[in-house]
């Protein structure tokens, strides 16, 4: 699923509510995205960056570019974090930047508490003079439309030991109307944002040389079917990770990350289309690049299991 712009055709005006955020297939390395609860959660500076093209192929397909950095702000009880997202379909293009902070707490010797704030801004533009149009002096797109700049803030709950995770957040609350453009008939159409409920959770099981981590997470969002993503991954030597996915109804993927060194680690994912778009695509792909400087060795969490 992908964010929804500008509906732009239509005979009456009409109010979308979609799901609208990001989807990620490699959402377990990628959790600033969705939970203000995780900043800081590593206990060391880290920064990812990831590219996800979906529906590979088809003019106009989703691409988004995400990048996140967070990190302690003290040892035990602070973490902050700050999140950049540029998501484009078609001709509409969403914007953001968010910061997070989240105070964390220990609810025993080896599992840890964090409550988050993300609070930022949304912005959406339409390129609407990239459009082939047959009338040349049609008005509507002549101009390209940019939206105001919109803030926004959500909440999240974090609880992790070293072997364990489990989230929960609301990562956006205001229903902001992101744009509006004219109709043919003088209507004018409108995209919401709508608040979205992330529900994740995974365990790390050991077995000799080999680890074995499964994962889900469930997303809600009124006015769309409710999605679940399931997946396992394996850990061979504390190096490489190999493993699948599945998306209901949307997907099947296949995953490999490789921990370079103890700062560096890179994955890849390669969506495999179950829906009518996603079989008529070359499916879809997603790189991942993570960073941890390496201030304090004793610090570093190596390896880095989410």
């Known amino acids: 699923m992908v964010s929804l712009g500008i509906a732009t055709l239509a005979p009456t005006s009409i109010q979308l509510q979609a799901q609208q955020d990001p989807m990620y297939t490699m959402y377990m390395w990628n959790m600033m995205a969705i939970d203000p609860g995780y900043a800081g959660s590593a206990d060391v500076l880290n ?8 529906w590979s192929g088809i003019p106009g397909a989703p691409v988004t570019h995400s990048l996140s950095a967070h ?27 968010f910061g997070d902070i989240a105070y964390r707490m220990r609810v025993s010797s080896t599992m840890r508490l964090a409550l988050g704030m993300k609070m930022g801004f949304n912005h959406a533009q339409m390129a609407n003079t990239r459009v082939e ?33 489990f989230g929960a957040s609301i990562p956006k609350l205001r229903g902001n109307y992101l744009g509006t ?65 599945y998306r209901n109804g949307d997907s099947a993927t296949g995953i490999v990350s490789i921990q370079l060194n103890d700062q560096f680690r890179a994955g890849y994912a390669y969506d495999f289309g179950l829906s009518a778009l996603g079989n008529r695509s070359r499916g879809s792909h997603e790189v991942m690049f993570s960073y941890d400087p390496v201030f304090n060795r004793d610090r570093m969490r190596s390896p880095r299991y989410f």
């Open 47 to 54: 920064v990812t960056a990831l590219t996800r093209s979906q």
């Open 181 to 245: 453009v004219e109709g043919e008939s003088g209507d004018m159409y409108f995209a919401q944002e709508r608040p979205h409920i992330f529900i994740t959770g995974g365990y790390v099981f050991t077995r000799g040389l080999v680890k074995f981590k499964p994962a889900f997470m469930l997303r809600m969002t009124e006015g769309a079917p409710m999605t679940s993503d399931l997946s396992a991954n394996f850990l061979i030597q504390d190096r490489l990770w190999l493993g699948a996915a």
């Open 71 to 97: 990190a302690p702000i003290n040892k035990e009880s602070l973490g902050a974090g700050i999140s950049l997202v540029s998501d484009n379909i078609g001709r509409t293009g969403t914007s953001s930047v």
């Open 133 to 165: 149009n047959t009338d040349p002096t049609d008005p509507r797109f002549s101009s390209d439309q940019s939206g105001k700049l919109l803030p926004n803030y959500g909440f999240g709950a974090y609880l992790w030991s070293q072997r364990a995770y």
